[in-house]
């Protein structure tokens, strides 16, 4: 690739110098914003600050009876997909039509188990309840159930909302910088730090380090759709790269945690190992099968929603990242996006969008508001949002990104390739070295109408 590469070059320096021209783009400005924590909390209604125990753990038993509904409809009914009860033109077809009933049941409990996750997470803030008993019980409980460990998640999470997109202390979806990429240093002759001009030339040899096929960047991300979550908690994947090799969720020890919270997370270990002493026995009772089809898939399922939404929220080319000197509490959480989960325009994307933020009770819809104050129940965190953005609209401030979907996924997968090693406020560039928008602090007297993350 190097020597192909090099010839390239050759050949169009000695055809002739447009490849060395530099190409400016017209990128829109983000104004970086200067809202207070006050500005932000005084726009939510204060009854959206109310918690109840009893209405919260309504949510959780209607998620479980769901889930019962499933496990009974496809348990009682699958199995009578047969030829006494079936006619089908072959065979062979039987076997299908019921491995596709069970795939559309795994679909199904994974999505409702996404908001038994949700759920936990609301424990997590504590916002389940004014309880920190009933909210650590009862995120426990759910969280183990789906192989979490609640405590220490639960203290990584506190330190991802509380550095939202600072660039060295947030903890997960943490951008890799030019050099972590191995990419040539800025060359002010043929780029600037904004990545609004790039040299032709320059733009080659992004690609080509950078530049993925289709069919590559699908499989990357899908499996980090599928695994990306438990590798994060066993790995650090996408976490800080400064912190040492074999940082987990697991070992009560820093970078992660400190030694008063030691016993919160063997607790969790002990949730962990719970799940993995019943995942066993379940295989030797019911056999493998049986609960890889019943529980595991949809464990799976749960797992991808999982990434999917969050890696939307917090990743694409018109969010800002910031280094410590630009970070405040405010420009952190109005660094994310609100996303309907597979919505879209006309009836169906109303329909898919309005069935996925029912069963993950709106945790991709009304994030913003969430990391302006995650007390806030979901079934108060839509009110809490249209309030929040009628405030930010006067600053001209929209964090509504596109709906999150696959296809979204891969556009801001294939879109977000490195930031920089220098700038207070940076964003993503692309294969080719461009950025979609261009930090500018209101100090600096820019008269642009505001943000506009659209």
């Not at 203290?155 to 990429?181: C, M, N, W, Y």
């Not at 929040?388 to 997968?413: C, H, K, M």
């Amino acid at each position: 690739m190097a020597s192909t590469l090099t010839n390239r070059k050759a050949a169009s320096s000695k055809a002739s110098s447009p490849a060395s021209t530099v190409v400016e783009e017209n990128v829109p400005k983000y104004i970086v914003p200067d809202l207070t924590v006050k500005d932000l909390l005084g726009a939510i209604p204060q009854h959206c600050y109310e918690r109840s125990f009893f209405k919260s753990s309504l949510y959780v038993a209607w998620d479980f009876a769901w889930l019962g509904l499933f496990l009974w409809t496809a348990s009682t009914y699958i199995p009578k997909i047969n030829p006494e009860n079936v006619s089908l033109p072959h065979p062979a077809l039987y076997k299908v039509a019921r491995g596709a009933a069970w795939l559309f049941y795994d679909f199904c409990a994974g999505l409702v188990g996404t908001g038994v996750w949700v759920l936990a997470h609301e424990c997590g803030h504590q916002a389940f309840s004014t309880s920190k008993l009933a909210n650590n019980a009862m995120g426990w409980i759910l969280h183990s159930a789906l192989g979490v460990p609640y405590h220490s998640w639960r203290i990584t999470h506190a330190k991802h909302h509380a550095q939202t997109s600072h660039l060295t202390g947030d903890q997960v979806f943490v951008p890799k910088t030019r050099s972590e990429r191995g990419l040539p240093a800025l060359d002010a002759e043929k780029e600037n730090l904004e990545g609004t001009k790039v040299s032709l030339d320059l733009q080659e040899i992004f690609s080509e380090s950078l530049e993925d096929a289709p069919i590559v960047a699908v499989f990357w991300l899908t499996a980090q759709l599928l695994f990306g979550w438990p590798l994060y908690l066993i790995r650090n994947a996408t976490g800080q790269r400064s912190y040492p090799r074999f940082t987990n969720h697991f070992t009560p020890k820093p970078p992660l945690f400190a030694p008063h919270q030691y016993t919160d997370i063997i607790i969790s270990d002990i949730g962990v190992f719970i799940w993995m002493a019943a995942l066993a026995y379940s295989f030797k009772t019911w056999g493998f099968l049986n609960v890889f089809r019943v529980y595991l898939l949809p464990y799976l399922w749960v797992n991808h929603w999982l990434v999917l939404i969050t890696f939307l929220q917090h990743t694409d080319p018109a969010l800002p990242h910031s280094q410590a000197s630009a970070f405040t509490f405010p420009r952190g959480a109005l660094s994310t996006f609100d996303r309907e989960l597979m919505g879209g325009p006309g009836i169906i994307g109303k329909i898919t969008g309005w069935i996925c933020a029912t069963a993950t009770p709106g945790i991709s819809e009304t994030h913003v508001a969430h990391h302006i104050c995650s007390k806030i129940p979901h079934y108060n965190a839509w009110e809490a949002r249209a309030a929040i953005n009628e405030r930010l609209a006067r600053d001209g401030i929209y964090v509504q990104g596109n709906p999150g979907t696959w296809s979204e996924a891969l556009r801001v997968f294939r879109e977000c390739k490195f930031i920089e090693d220098e700038g207070e406020v940076r964003f993503y560039k692309n294969a080719q070295g461009k950025a979609a928008r261009v930090p500018v602090f209101s100090s600096e007297g820019v008269s642009d109408s505001g943000v506009d993350l659209q």
